[in-house]
């Protein structure tokens, strides 16, 4: 019994056909044609299947690509190279850029400001700061550039300590470096 719709009819064949793709013999309706030879059916689910996707293009349709001509080459390849250019000049300008993006290292932990004096004397304490944490200390050494008097070394049982040996005239209550703490220490005093 049929329903409504269009008939289908029966196409029956002297021999068996194959298909016009694929070379695979075909059993029963044929649903569809390609260069007037009929397809079998997993040939047809994939071309449906081709123009159902985005950007599918079906075997009707396909174009072969022509080679690019010298022009094109030498077009693609001035184009590559300014491209390159501007990557390079980009990386050096991001590169030379960098050091000022950077937080300076602190000059010193405490009070900041100081005048130039105390700053000498935070400088000079810098270099003890490295002598001491390489174990290299002099036998004699520096002096303050404000008082002219002599570092003051203090042997702890956990620590080496380095102060200024007049932090009072720097304005401080304390100025110094450690094996533990390499930074210099400017405490302020305590105001009354």
């Known amino acids: 019994?049929?329903?409504?719709?269009?008939?289908?009819?029966?196409?029956?064949?002297?021999?068996?056909?194959?298909?016009?793709?694929?070379?695979?013999?075909i059993v029963g309706v044929v649903p569809r044609w390609y260069d007037g030879k009929p397809l079998c059916r997993e040939c047809t689910f994939e071309l449906e299947q081709l123009s159902l996707k985005p950007g599918g293009r079906t075997i009707d349709t396909e174009e072969a690509k022509a080679p690019p001509?010298?022009?094109e080459i030498t077009r693609r390849n001035v184009l590559i190279g300014v491209l390159v250019l501007i990557v390079l000049v980009l990386l050096f300008r991001i590169y030379s850029l960098a050091p000022i993006l950077q937080s300076p290292a602190p000059l010193r932990l405490g009070v900041t400001d100081t005048d130039s004096l105390t700053d000498k004397c935070i400088a000079q304490l810098w270099v003890l700061s490295r002598d001491l944490q390489n174990k290299d200390l002099p036998d004699v050494l520096p002096l303050c550039p404000k008082s002219s008097r002599q570092y003051i070394v203090s042997d702890l049982p956990d620590d080496t300590v380095i102060n200024c040996p007049t932090p009072g005239e720097h304005g401080l209550a304390k100025l110094s470096v450690s094996l533990s703490m390499p930074i210099p220490n400017a405490v302020a005093r305590e105001e009354k």
Not at 3 to 20: D, I, S, T, W
């Open 1 to 25: 019994m049929a329903g409504k719709g269009r008939k289908l009819e029966k196409v029956v064949y002297e021999e068996k056909p194959e298909c016009g793709r694929c070379g695979a013999g």
């Open 69 to 71: 001509t010298a022009e």
